[in-house]
């Protein structure tokens, strides 16, 4: 059977902790702001030591797996991105060892013919669905869409959609028109207005254009928004990997409700794990994979 | 032969008027930074008098022509969009008449499946191009694409380009990758990643792994999103309206020679006209249909 594991999910603004016994159950936890942000160079050791110092004493046995931003350039020691195609084995055996019993997950860079693109940490809770043979969405301030084949990240790419719906949200001249509470059925339109050939950058115009004319309600105009903007991601992940994959969303909440309305709308089978879960079932599977 | 006339270009931003003799040649012109945005409600006549109260005493039989903003709901006066198609004709019989000499151009609506899209002052300027049968393009911060047949506007579409480059170029997290001074030859790597399929959304976020990965330089960035951003223009005008046009581009400077690489890239047959050449011809035009 496997051992104890002191799972560690590092990121930028917060600092999470999971205490796992040979199971996986969670024994302990815990979540602090200790963002890789905050940390000062040759900090992290000490904040490991005092969120977890008292476990890793308990277990002596129980690894340090972590992931995230941790292993970033400005991280506590940047673990240079493994190749995509990308499996709990190649991953495992590309760890970066900051000690013999604490261990860093390297992210994954995948090269096609358009260019480069990256994930730091994504790529565990990617291993933590279970899924074989797939597409993964992690919906996000930068969403990452992964094609997986025979249990292997053979391919991904990331969309800026959550930046740009703030980037409208905030700084466009929607912001003036968006008004609250908000009237959630424009997420419909949003996601109907996203399906025609039209292009982006004239519906998001036309979100305008319909408030001006008394066609929407200001109170519509945060949910077009991310209706279209969301389902401008699908449009171009299933043109990318094909439509007629299993679906598995790594998302709760309110994004997770958005995503699934989105899906189905275009008839997509589903499968929803939550964000924690899968990081849990990831690490463990990475740990098994050393 | 037509009357003397006194042209009026009243945008949110600048006054800009023009005295034209009876064949359309420039006897005077005047540009102050009394746009709409900056006159006071009922301050309208003494602005236009302040700047073209000599040239109205001097041609007493001189129509006043205005058009842009000055007719928008916070303008001199509202005048109500036109619906599409819009002929020189159908815009002079709508004209706004503040008194018997001065009136203003109405801007023109059009409702498809979609929804409305509107411009004010464009219109002016695409009857100023002569194109009887084309696309008319005025690239600009809310881009607009015009299908003109026998002289007559039957559609036309806004994009939000110049916006959304100003979005990313200064608020996104390409802003902080973004050095100048500029390499101009980003732009063409734009247009390249916008023609394939993954999408605006993957695109923008590819300019990031691109400089973090060194397959791009910082000065490239802006460059690249600009193309990247006015070929998803193209892409969708070209949807919408048909590639096989002869496209007239309203624009000088760097734009014009942005969109006609652009435009040639795609093989298109193009034609630039000067905006300050389309607007007198426009009001010329428009004056004579009535």
Redesign the interface.
């Known amino acids: 059977m496997t051992s104890e594991l002191i799972a560690v999910d590092w990121g930028t603004s917060r600092f999470r902790a999971y205490r796992l016994d040979g199971a996986g159950t969670v024994l302990d936890r815990v979540s602090a702001e200790d963002g890789m942000s905050t940390v000062p160079a040759g900090g992290f050791a000490a904040v490991l030591e005092r969120h977890c110092g008292a476990w890793m004493k308990a277990s002596p046995d129980a690894p340090v797996l972590m992931a995230g931003m941790v292993g970033a350039r400005n991280g506590w020691a940047e673990a240079a991105y493994a190749p995509c195609p990308a499996s709990p084995k190649s991953l495992a055996e590309a760890l970066l060892h900051i000690d013999e019993r604490i261990s860093i997950v390297p992210g994954v860079?995948a090269h096609d013919e358009?260019?480069?693109?990256?994930m730091r940490g994504e790529e565990t809770l990617i291993f933590g669905t279970d899924v074989r043979n797939g597409l993964v969405c992690l919906p996000g301030t930068?969403?990452k869409w992964a094609r997986v084949e025979d249990g292997v990240i053979t391919g991904f790419?990331?969309?800026?959609?959550g930046?740009?719906y703030a980037?409208?949200r905030q700084?466009?001249?929607l912001a003036r028109l968006a008004a609250e509470p908000e009237d959630l059925t424009g997420f419909d339109d949003g996601l109907e207005?996203a399906t025609?050939?039209?292009?982006?950058?004239?519906r998001?115009?036309?979100a305008r254009?319909?408030v001006?004319?008394g066609?929407m309600s200001g109170e519509k105009v945060g949910p077009y928004l991310s209706g279209l903007?969301i389902n401008?991601?699908i449009?171009?992940a299933f043109?990318?990997y094909g439509a007629d994959h299993l679906v598995t969303l790594v998302a709760d909440g309110v994004l997770a409700k958005r995503y699934v309305s989105a899906l189905r709308a275009r008839g997509s089978a589903i499968e929803i794990i939550a964000p924690e879960r899968a990081f849990l079932d990831g690490l463990s599977t990475l740990a098994a994979a050393r």
């Not at 790419?157 to 959609?161: H, K, N, P, S, V």
């Open positions: 860079i358009t260019g480069p693109d990256v930068h969403s790419a990331t969309f800026m959609t930046e740009t980037l409208y700084h466009s001249l207005a025609d050939e039209r292009g982006l950058l004239n998001l115009f036309q254009t319909r001006l004319a066609e903007l401008a991601e449009e171009g043109k990318r």
